[in-house]
């Protein structure tokens, strides 16, 4: 069922690559410009030593990233969800922090906070925190009152409702949050990376760059694509594993 | 024996001014009623009479601005001391789509910290004559609208409260399922010798399930008619036909006002 699915998306990736392959072979574009898929993979194959200890330092940013938006996101949900006076005063303020353009951000972390993992971590968690926070929040809001009735007609406590309803009840939200964080994490990481660093995929694309060796650009790009892909996929196992329910009911209603 | 005592009981909504304007809508007005040990209660009235504020103000959900609790003589003046007293069921489905059908209906031994071992046990000897035999480890989703609510009812049921406030479960089912919900119940009560209110808005349900009825009157609600509903058990799908059970429902009728 789900080969059909993917095998479209990839024999249109398979026929765009083709004809960009013949495109920089026709019209011979120098490669500095724009390398062919096969340079890429040349560059890719060729810096293959290297990548392992460039990639394991932007991960390493990601997951510290990740993992302190989820703290502080889910944390925020909760504080919000408690207070409503809290909510009416910050919720907009949330919203509005997003128009402040992160990229703008990276180069005055570096100032405050020096050249190591601190302001790379910083920007990944700025990436990650609003999505994880937000949709926390929307999906605490989202319980059915009938649900938090029942529990109390049943004497349930107040941790009981939290526990047995209001988290439950918010997960599909929070894990449609995580999805987007992750997405974003590794790009945020590499952004943190180009203001300044000693190691990682976003330096090394600085110093390919500026080398000319643009074909090792791309290779760095996809990298960080396909690492994307693979955090979302993974978020997205964690969610079938721990909602089972959810998926049932997706594919169960008519 | 009286188990439950239900003495000048109002309630009026939304008291106090929002935004300048005063809305306040009376919901019920002096009820006062008692419900035997083991008797099987119908209430009926049109919507928005007050039917689903009194179960809620048993229940513990809403305060009475007046009136009194009384349940096995004592009183129970505040919500909390009415929460976890009575086995409420909400008018909407309101199993736990993320907990098989078995972990939902232990949900009110669970909440009491009794055991979930002996509450799981119970309920899978409970199963079959719910209709849920082999559906215990389904998906609430999984399961057709009447199953549905007949594991909710087995919920209320296992949680083991002295009175069920049953708001109208049958009252979103299509109305084969309702016929054949309601036969069921007949036959589950010969059972368990459950006190249950039981509300609805169809007078053939309210007569064929109940030993008493009582009629509210439109917004705000007051109960204006206690009938006694002396039609022998077991009662069937043919009962609802009987020359008893129309004049009954002829009288009902005339309370209503319909």
């Not at chain 2, 099987?40 to 809403?62: D, E, H, N, Q, Y």
């Amino acid at each position: 069922m789900g080969t059909p699915k993917l095998l479209v998306p990839a024999v249109v990736l398979i026929v765009f690559a083709a004809i960009w392959e013949l495109a920089v072979l026709v019209l011979a574009v120098p490669k500095w410009i724009l390398p062919a898929p096969s340079a890429i993979w040349q560059a890719f194959w060729d810096t293959r030593a290297l990548m392992g200890a460039h990639v394991g330092q932007t991960m390493l940013e990601v997951a510290i990233g990740i993992g302190v938006a989820l703290m502080t996101g889910v944390t925020v949900a909760a504080v919000l969800d408690i207070s409503p006076w809290l909510r009416r005063a910050v919720y907009p303020l949330l919203v509005i922090s997003q128009t402040v353009p992160i990229l703008a951000l990276a180069p005055l972390l570096i100032i405050w906070f020096g050249f190591g993992i601190a302001p790379k971590v910083i920007v990944v968690t700025l990436f990650c925190f609003f999505p994880i926070a937000i949709n926390t929040s929307d999906g605490l809001t989202s319980t059915e009152p009938e649900l938090i009735d029942l529990f109390r007609s049943m004497g349930a406590t107040w941790p009981q409702i939290w526990m047995k309803v209001r988290l439950p009840a918010a997960a599909p939200y929070f894990y449609s949050g995580l999805k987007i964080a992750a997405t974003y994490s590794v790009a945020g990481a590499v952004v943190g990376e180009w203001v300044g660093a000693k190691q990682g995929l976003g330096i090394f694309m600085l110093r390919s760059s500026a080398a000319f060796q643009t074909a090792q650009v791309f290779s760095a790009i996809v990298i960080t694509s396909l690492l994307s892909i693979l955090l979302f996929l993974t978020v997205f196992a964690i969610e079938r594993g721990t909602m089972p329910w959810y998926f049932e009911e997706r594919n169960g209603s008519s | 024996m009286t188990l439950l005592t239900v003495d000048s009981l109002s309630k009026t909504f939304g008291s106090g001014s929002r935004r300048g304007t005063h809305s306040e809508v009376e919901a019920v007005i002096d009820l006062t009623f008692k419900v035997e040990e083991g008797e099987f209660l119908t209430i009926i009235g049109p919507s928005g009479c007050g039917k689903s504020t009194l179960l809620r103000l048993l229940a513990g959900l809403v305060q009475p601005d007046s009136g009194q609790i009384h349940l096995k003589g004592q009183t129970l003046p505040d919500p909390s001391d009415r929460q976890g007293r009575f086995g409420f069921m909400p008018q909407r489905d309101t199993l736990l789509p993320w907990r098989t059908v078995l972990e939902n209906v232990i949900l009110g031994v669970e909440l009491a910290g009794g055991s979930r071992d002996a509450a799981r046990e119970e309920a899978r000897q409970l199963l079959p004559l719910f209709g849920l035999d082999g559906f215990e480890n389904n998906w609430p989703s999984t399961l057709s609208g009447g199953m549905r609510q007949r594991a909710a009812l087995l919920r209320t049921f296992l949680a083991g409260y002295d009175i069920l406030l049953l708001d109208e479960p049958f009252g979103a089912l299509d109305a084969l399922t309702r016929r054949m919900l309601q036969q069921w119940l007949l036959g589950v009560r010969t059972r368990f010798s459950k006190t249950i209110l039981f509300i609805t808005h169809d007078v053939d349900e309210a007569l064929l399930l109940g030993d008493r009825m009582l009629v509210f009157s439109p917004r705000p609600g007051r109960i204006t008619a206690d009938l006694k509903i002396d039609l022998p058990h077991p009662r069937d799908e043919n009962t609802i036909l009987e020359p008893e059970f129309l004049a009954l429902k002829r009288n009902a009728l005339a309370h209503l006002k319909l």
